[in-house]
């Protein structure tokens, strides 16, 4: 899964390991819906689909852009296979996102798909 699309800045310049976990889809799609972005999210589970049964559920991608399965990531990873459903029935029902909420966040008792006048 490339998700370079989603970094503005540029850090070829960091010395960092990259490593993308399927596991974080979810909440990449609760982020995306509460802050009015879901286009963002939609993307990310598009190339979730097109991906993960291809390469065998793994664990996580290596790489700046996330496109290499880890090199120790395990295949067929349950909760893979779980952050990639839960951000999927979120983003069709984004009311879902209350089943993950605190109850102290008022701004989900509706959430709306609106795109977010940012980007």
């Known amino acids: 899964m490339a998700f370079d699309m989603?970094?503005?800045?540029?850090?070829?310049s960091f010395d960092v390991v990259w490593a993308v976990f399927v596991?974080?889809?979810?909440?990449?799609?609760?982020?995306c819906i509460k802050t009015g972005r879901p286009q963002m999210a939609k993307r990310a589970i598009e190339l979730a689909e097109q991906r993960l049964s291809k390469?065998?559920?793994p664990e996580y991608y290596d790489g700046k852009t996330g496109r290499y399965v880890g090199k120790q990531g395990r295949k067929y990873q349950t909760w893979s296979t779980s952050g990639y459903l839960v951000a999927k029935l979120m983003i069709e029902k984004p009311s879902n996102l209350?089943?993950?909420?605190?109850e102290e966040d008022k701004k989900i008792d509706n959430p709306r798909l609106t795109?977010?006048?940012s980007f």
Do not use: H, K
């Open 6 to 12: 989603f970094l503005d800045a540029d850090y070829s």
């Open 23 to 31: 596991v974080l889809l979810w909440l990449l799609t609760a982020v």
């Open 55 to 57: 390469d065998g559920w």
């Open 98 to 102: 209350r089943m993950i909420s605190l």
């Open 115 to 117: 795109r977010s006048t």
